[in-house]
């Protein structure tokens, strides 16, 4: 995993937990929701390099 993902991946874990902890301590269903949004974005992180990671073509 190159360090760019990582940091990206990093990044999108701790705002997801930040924002899920606010929203469940708040009861705001709209924290919820970005923090719902930022774990979709890490699973694409996570297939977006798997799927580089499987290109035979790649240097």
């Known amino acids: ?4 993902y990582k940091i990206a991946l990093v ?3 701790l705002l997801a937990l930040i924002f ?3 929203g469940l301590y708040t009861l705001d269903f709209v924290l919820l ?3 719902i949004l930022f774990i979709i974005a890490i699973i ?4 977006e390099h798997k799927q580089i990671m499987r290109n035979p073509f790649r240097k």
């Open 1 to 4: 995993m190159t360090i760019s």
């Open 11 to 13: 990044i999108f874990i």
């Open 20 to 22: 899920l902890i606010l």
């Open 33 to 35: 929701a970005v923090s």
């Open 44 to 47: 694409l992180i996570i297939l």
